[in-house]
């Protein structure tokens, strides 16, 4: 399997985020990809590319031409504002308040492009999210061209990013960009499965309406769990997209044994759907040892993850996302990959 990675990535550095009150070095961090990295080059699993170059039209294709357009601004209108370090907004347009009206100064810009304030901003934050995105495409073009798996080494990762906000350390939903991009080269039907940690809620929020692209998602419950404003067994859809989303929360502590279940019956539900490609958010932070998670799956269980998903048959593009035991990130995302080939 090839895998696209790009050192731009390492730019995405020095973050600071909010967690039990401190402010605190980001949890998703450079190494993350490094390490994912050197166990590609380890365990052999094929050659790493370059992603090619991409203008930001298939962005556009998911998000809000004004979000896509704001990105790109917000460090330089930070540094204007006179600060430096993280760029990180402390409030949001919430029930009540005017979220049809875009203000004009980078503090109220930031929580108006955001559901939390996960997603902080340093000097090379947008240069590592274009070469995110662009890792993204380069691998979903390789499968598009007849690999039957591609492996995008996306960091920083997506799913939570929606149509016009950031949050959860993700700034453009590369799945979604990519799911869509199969769509506009002639793919009838594409599969998001997304088995991170966390609700996918940005990928739930892009595709929500519509039948043409079948989201299933596996995670811990919102109820108890971030990002806890969506996931819920019951969002299904609406319109045109009723019964094309499908959410499995489960609580914590959960086994393989339960989310092994789960994903089988996800993958029950995707084969009848009947995809043309399948695009896996491929996050690890369902791991035991993950520190803000608390799923309790072992290394060994992920290549049983990515043997289930071989099973389908289907062309698949990991796009990588979460999963934050740095020690144990390569084995596992990788695992997910060598036991998918196996
Ligand atoms: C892509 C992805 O996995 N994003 C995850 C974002 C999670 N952000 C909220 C984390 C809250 C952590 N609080 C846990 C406290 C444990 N000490
Ligand atoms: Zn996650």
């Known amino acids: 399997m090839k895998t696209v990675y790009s050192p731009l990535h390492a730019g995405h550095a020095g973050t600071m985020e909010l967690n039990s009150g401190e402010l605190m070095p980001g949890f998703e961090k450079p190494s993350r990809a490094e390490i994912i990295r050197a166990r590609v080059e380890s365990e052999k699993l094929g050659p790493i590319l370059a992603p090619e170059p991409h203008d930001l039209a298939a962005a556009r294709r998911v998000h809000r031409a004004d979000y896509i357009d704001f990105l790109p601004t917000i460090y330089p209108a930070w540094e204007e504002s006179g600060r430096s370090g993280s760029a990180i907004p402390f409030t949001w347009p919430t029930r009540g308040l005017r979220g049809d009206v875009r203000p004009e100064t980078i503090d109220a810009l930031l929580g108006f492009y955001s559901f939390d304030a996960g997603a ?86 892009i595709f929500y309406a519509r039948g043409d692209v079948q989201v299933l998602n596996l995670h811990a419950d919102p109820m108890v769990e971030y990002p806890f404003f969506l996931g819920h067994a019951d969002e299904k859809g609406e319109g045109a997209g009723e019964g094309f989303n499908l959410n499995y929360p489960m609580p914590f502590g959960t086994t393989f044994e339960t989310w092994s279940a789960a994903l ?41 993850i990515g043997c289930r998903i071989a099973k389908l048959g289907l062309p698949t593009l990991f796009v990588m996302e979460g999963g934050y035991a740095v020690d144990e990130i390569g084995v596992n995302a990788v695992g997910v990959l060598t036991g998918f080939e196996e």
């Not at 959860?168 to 979604?176: F, K, R, T, V």
């Open 264 to 304: 089988d019956d996800a993958c029950g539900k995707l084969a009848a759907y009947a995809p043309d490609v399948v695009v896996v958010s491929l996050g690890v932070d369902t791991f035991e040892k993950d520190p803000i998670s608390q799923f309790k799956l072992k290394c060994a269980d992920y290549p049983a």
């Open 120 to 205: 902080p901003f340093v000097k090379g934050t947008w240069d590592a999210i274009k070469s995110s995105y662009e890792v993204a495409l380069t691998a979903a073009a390789l499968v598009k061209n007849g690999e039957r798996t591609a492996f995008a080494l996306c960091r920083p990762p997506g799913h939570h990013a929606g149509d016009a906000f950031m949050g959860g350390y993700c700034y453009i939903n590369n799945a979604a960009v990519v799911a869509q991009w199969y769509r506009d080269q002639g793919a009838a039907r594409v599969s998001i499965l997304d088995v991170d940690y966390h609700h996918g809620n940005g990928t739930q929020q």
